[in-house]
């Protein structure tokens, strides 16, 4: 109930951005709008006038006047994801609403005030910035007044059968059948299993086998191949196994979509409706990914 900001530390995929608005609606703000930054997402040359809005004519573009992220996020929370990514230039401007609770947009001269509660995100170690010159020391100070670090799903191995349930019955209920069944070593797989991806990587790892159940239990053999880093590289036994060695995050996800857009036969909307994803992010993940439609499935652009 406090309006302390909060600095919210952890890998990625460790749910984050789940934290911070749990925060929120738990927050006396809860009312108020919690908007969303994500740092990295922003061009440097757009991220001032995203964030603090802009007046017309301010610049080449600026055909009318816009208020920004901050401004909306009045009497809320401001959500600043990836706050490491924050060009250096602009910090002293966040550090003013921090301090002052005012701003200008840009263009303008005339000074706006704000109330909000910044709950920030970051998977990287901001003290490392502060040395290396990239990250101001006394916005750090005025952001991390309650620090939360979110422990990796490794540290936190009785979670991940609640978890799996969850993740189980959320993808079923988007496709409109009924949960899986895991098989007990497929159980015993996920819980001994070091989670490199964290939560997101389970979540995918499920999404998938939901999408691609034929009625059967889910079994280990099922789940093996999509694990991003199994325990065979560890103990160089890839060769017998049948692992699947070495793949990234940004592969699994690839995979992902590609056999469930493949499953549904090229329907976008079923696709994304199984992915719990907009149409237009698929859309943009597949021509990331290359990938162009054909008549049935996919055919690489």
């Known amino acids: 109930e406090s309006d302390a900001n909060i600095m919210i530390t952890g890998e990625s995929g460790t749910g984050k951005e789940l934290i911070a608005n749990a925060i929120h609606y738990r927050s006396l703000r809860a009312k108020k709008p919690i908007v969303q930054i994500n740092c990295s997402a922003l061009p440097k040359e757009l991220f001032e006038s995203e964030l603090f809005g802009h007046t017309k004519g301010a610049f080449t573009g600026a055909v009318a006047e816009k208020a920004g992220l901050i401004g909306r ?6 959500m600043l994801d990836e706050i490491a990514e924050m060009p250096i230039e602009l910090q002293p401007k966040l550090l003013r609403v921090l301090q002052e609770r005012s701003f200008e947009r840009v263009g303008s001269s005339r000074t706006q005030r704000v109330d909000v509660r910044v709950l920030a995100t970051t998977n990287r170690d901001l003290m490392a910035e502060v040395r290396q010159g ?5 916005l750090f100070y005025r952001l991390a007044v309650v620090p939360i670090e979110v422990p990796p799903l490794r540290e936190r191995r009785d979670d ?5 349930e ?3 019955a959320l993808t079923a209920a988007r496709l409109g ?19 490199p991806g964290n939560i997101r990587e389970l979540q995918n790892l499920l999404t998938r086998a939901t999408v691609l159940n034929t009625g059967r239990p889910i079994s280990a053999d ?3 191949p999509w694990l991003l880093e199994p325990f065979a590289a560890l103990s160089n036994e890839s060769a017998t196994t049948g692992f699947a060695v070495g793949v990234s995050l940004h592969d699994m996800e690839r995979k992902l979509i590609e056999s469930t857009l493949e499953h549904f036969d090229g329907h976008r909307a079923k696709t994304a409706q199984a992915l719990g994803i907009g149409v237009r992010t698929l859309s943009g993940k597949l021509k990331e990914y290359g990938y162009a439609p054909r008549a049935r499935g996919l055919a690489k652009a």
């Open 166 to 168: 969850h993740f189980l």
């Open 222 to 224: 099922e789940l093996r």
């Open 134 to 138: 990239r990250f101001r020391e006394d």
């Open 73 to 78: 996020a009045t009497g809320g929370s401001l």
């Open 177 to 195: 059948r009924d949960a899986c069944t895991v098989e007990s070593a497929a159980r015993q797989l996920l819980a001994d299993y070091h989670w």
């Open 160 to 164: 991940v059968p609640a978890l799996t």
